[in-house]
């Protein structure tokens, strides 16, 4: 069965499903597929939603909360430290996961930061000073010398 998935590398608008298996713990479906116009294989993911949330920014502005925005900026922190794409995708599982049961359905990005702070604190300390250096806006040295201290002192 063909389906309606444009093809990242060439384009096209059919391709078909080569393989289908479980994945993030039974959360999403993991396709691979191959185009039926250039023949390329890449993979596809259905997740479940339970409910659109929207991200209150801190300007104020509201947008729906992106999942990919949330694996950019981790993938940006464990960047060459050898961390698996699996825990990444467990990490964002239940960040998700911990929105969602709020039961809110508007959350104020400082939330989010601070369950990406928390997961990367237990999963990695590099991961987790670089994410916060842009989360918490480090413009100095100091900045870092000061959470540094803190870090040590935990």
């Given at each position: 069965?063909?389906?309606?998935i444009?093809?990242?590398?060439?384009g096209h608008?059919?391709?078909y499903?080569?393989d289908?298996r479980e994945s993030?713990?039974?959360?999403?479906?993991r396709r691979?597929r191959v185009?039926e116009?250039?023949g390329?294989?890449y993979?596809?993911?259905?997740r479940?939603?339970?409910?659109?949330?929207?991200?209150?920014?801190?300007?104020?502005q509201?947008?729906?909360l992106?999942r990919?925005?949330?694996?950019?900026?981790?993938?940006l922190?464990v960047?060459?430290?050898?961390?698996?794409?699996?825990?990444?995708?467990?990490?964002?599982?239940?960040?998700l996961?911990k929105l969602?049961?709020s039961g809110e359905s508007?959350?104020h990005?400082?939330?989010?930061?601070?369950?990406?702070m928390?997961?990367?604190?237990n999963?990695d300390?590099?991961?987790y000073v670089r994410?916060?250096?842009v989360?918490k806006?480090?413009t100095?040295t100091k900045?870092?010398e000061?959470?540094?201290?803190n870090?040590?002192?935990?």
């Open positions: 069965m063909a389906d309606k444009a093809c990242p590398y060439c608008k059919s391709s499903v080569k289908t993030e713990e039974n959360h999403a479906i691979r185009c116009g250039c390329s294989r993979t596809t993911y259905e479940i939603q339970q409910r659109d949330l929207i991200v209150i920014k801190k300007n104020g509201r947008e729906s992106d990919e925005k949330i694996f950019k900026s981790i993938s922190a960047r060459k430290r050898n961390i698996e794409q699996d825990k990444i995708d467990k990490i964002i599982n239940a960040i996961r969602e049961d508007e959350v990005s400082d939330l989010i930061g601070q369950h990406i928390e997961a990367l604190s999963l300390k590099v991961a994410f916060a250096s989360y806006d480090f100095a900045d870092f000061d959470f540094l201290g870090l040590d002192s935990k």
